[in-house]
């Protein structure tokens, strides 16, 4: 479930609300133990997601890097290479029948 939050700061173009709202949502799903929260606590998962999203928000905005912004699309790549590496198949792992 969480590893859907991503590093939201120190991005060009800097992250979205949407964004920030995501990884607030991933991140009270992971807390809480539950993808989808009972009509009971329905107002508390709410309440929480928009709690978390104004803290993320003020963080953001608070933080300070000499860094240069990391640009979405090397950083996109990058995962996708890691992804391949980590999950290739080996001749190992081939099945013969």
Same mark, same amino acid.
């Given at each position: 479930m969480? &590893?859907?939050i991503k590093t939201l700061f120190n991005y060009e173009p800097p992250a979205t609300n949407d964004e920030v709202r995501a990884s607030a949502?991933?991140?009270v799903r992971k807390t809480s *133990?539950?993808?989808k929260p009972s009509k009971i606590n329905q107002v508390a998962f709410d309440r929480a997601v928009e709690d978390v999203t104004a803290v993320v928000t003020t963080l953001l905005e608070s933080l300070v890097t000499t860094a240069a912004a &990391? *640009?979405?699309e090397t950083e996109a790549a990058r995962? &996708?290479?890691r992804s391949a590496r &980590?999950?290739?198949r080996t001749s190992s792992d081939d099945v013969s029948a």
């Open positions: 969480c &590893r859907n949502i991933q991140f *133990g539950s993808t &990391r *640009g979405r995962a &996708r290479e &980590r999950f290739a």
